[in-house]
């Protein structure tokens, strides 16, 4: 199944659960997770189709910023 890895500005597990939240009522059958552990504060997304141009925006109008890897 195709992933799809960000890198982000995500500080805490309450910013990254929130984010998830949003991303799984847009995206409810895919696997989406964080590794803040990451230098990068890893953001990844798998599931059949990934629009990475959405994914962008609406983490980015949460006000985080994210980029594709």
Wanted: hydrophobic share 45%; with cysteine.
């Amino acid at each position: 199944m195709p992933v799809s890895v960000f890198k982000t500005n995500i500080q805490t597990q309450f910013q990254a659960q929130k984010i998830i939240n949003i991303l799984m009522g847009y995206l409810p059958k895919y696997k989406i997770n964080f590794d803040l552990d990451d230098c990068d504060k890893i953001l990844r997304v798998e599931g059949n189709f990934i629009e990475e141009d959405r994914i962008i925006e609406k983490v980015s109008a949460l006000g985080f910023e994210v980029f594709p890897l």
